[in-house]
């Protein structure tokens, strides 16, 4: 039998933060984390929204929005690392090309097993200025990134829960229930994480 592998991968899981985790941009953050290997991870935030609006970045980018149940939700902060450019987090789009089903529809797309992408091509953008594209989306500037081993160490520092994620959460939960809902993914309630876990 070959030997049971150390790594762990938490491509479609939810990080959690603990309440000890004092990092401004983690702070009661809940991270999808779109890629996680033995190279490192990248994740989006999904529960800081910015002041900017989907109508104000689409105006930026001089494109019309022809979606009126996306215009007023907010542009989120996806984390410290490029934070002017563009991720979208949305549910899978089928190929119209039937000989290419599984062949993401945009240019640049990450497609993530369990059913979500993340693209980072203006071409989503303009699938959903004339009102299609996906459905349901999650538009943020800047990612969450971690080098090699690094995640796994913040883990053994008990900084995270992780749970398997829940789209729900990400697409149909409000931005200010999103930490609760994902903390109830592992049947807790944020006043059960004391602030001094993991340093007795």
Known sequence: MPAESSTINLTHHFLIA?????????????????EHSERGALGLVINKPSDIKLKNLFEKVDLPLDRAD???????????????????????????DK???DEPVYA??????????????????EALSTGAGPRKVLVSLGYSAW???QLESELAENSWL???ADPQVIFDTPVEQRYDKALSLL????WMLSPEAGHA
């Open 99 to 101: 000989d290419k089903p």
């Open 70 to 96: 996306l215009a007023g939700i907010p542009v989120f902060h996806g984390g410290p690392v490029q934070t002017e450019r563009g991720f979208v987090l949305h549910e899978a789009v089928l190929g119209e």
């Open 108 to 125: 640049s797309t990450m497609t993530i097993p369990g059913g979500l992408e993340m693209t980072t091509s203006k071409d989503v953008l």
């Open 162 to 164: 992780t749970v398997a």
């Open 187 to 190: 049947g807790l309630q944020s």
């Open 18 to 34: 603990m309440p000890g985790l004092e990092d401004a941009s983690f702070q009661r953050s809940v991270v999808y984390l779109c």
């Open 147 to 149: 080098g090699e081993g």
